[in-house]
C-alpha cells in the first residue's frame, strides 16, 4: 500500500520551468522506483521519464531529454520533476507511479503500474 500526492503544477510561460513534486507514504521509499507521466486531454498516458531507488539510474522519454530532469529525496520520501524549456505540448496533467520492481516496469506500455498519484494540471501558454 502506497499512496501519492503530486504537487507543483501551474501556468508557466513557453520556455520557462516547472518543478513537480511526489510525495509517497510508503515506509520503504527506496524499494520503489518513480516515474512520471503525462496525458493530454483526449489521449493516452504517456511515460516522461523514471528513476530507481537508489537514484542511480534515470530514463527519459525522447520529447524531454535535455529539458527535464527527474530526481528523488529518499529523506523526504519524494520524488521530483523538473521541467525546463517548457512548450505548448507539454501542458496537461502529469502523474508520478511507483512500482516496486525497478524502473524498466514503469517503462513497459503494457505494464501493469501499481501506485498512481491523482495528477497534477500543468499549463503552458504561448
Known amino acids: 500500500q502506497v499512496q501519492l500526492e503530486e504537487s507543483g503544477g501551474g501556468l508557466v510561460q513557453a520556455g520557462g520551468s516547472l518543478r513537480l513534486a511526489c510525495t509517497a507514504s510508503?515506509?520503504?521509499?527506496?524499494?520503489?522506483?518513480m516515474g512520471w507521466f503525462h496525458q493530454v486531454l483526449g489521449n493516452e498516458r504517456k511515460f516522461v521519464a523514471v528513476?530507481?531507488?537508489?537514484?542511480?539510474?534515470?530514463y527519459y522519454a525522447d520529447s524531454v531529454k535535455g529539458r527535464f530532469a527527474i530526481s528523488r529525496d529518499n529523506a523526504k520520501k519524494t520524488a521530483y520533476l523538473e521541467m525546463n524549456s517548457l512548450k505548448p505540448d507539454d501542458q496537461g496533467l502529469y502523474y508520478c507511479?511507483?512500482?516496486?520492481?525497478?524502473?524498466?516496469?514503469?517503462?513497459?506500455?503494457?505494464?501493469?503500474?501499481?501506485?498512481w498519484g491523482q495528477g497534477t494540471q500543468v499549463t503552458v501558454s504561448s
Open positions: 507511479a511507483a512500482h516496486p520492481f525497478g524502473p524498466m516496469y514503469l517503462m513497459r506500455a503494457n505494464a501493469t503500474i501499481p501506485y
Open positions: 510508503a515506509n520503504t521509499f527506496t524499494a520503489y522506483a
Open positions: 528513476i530507481s531507488g537508489s537514484g542511480g539510474s534515470k
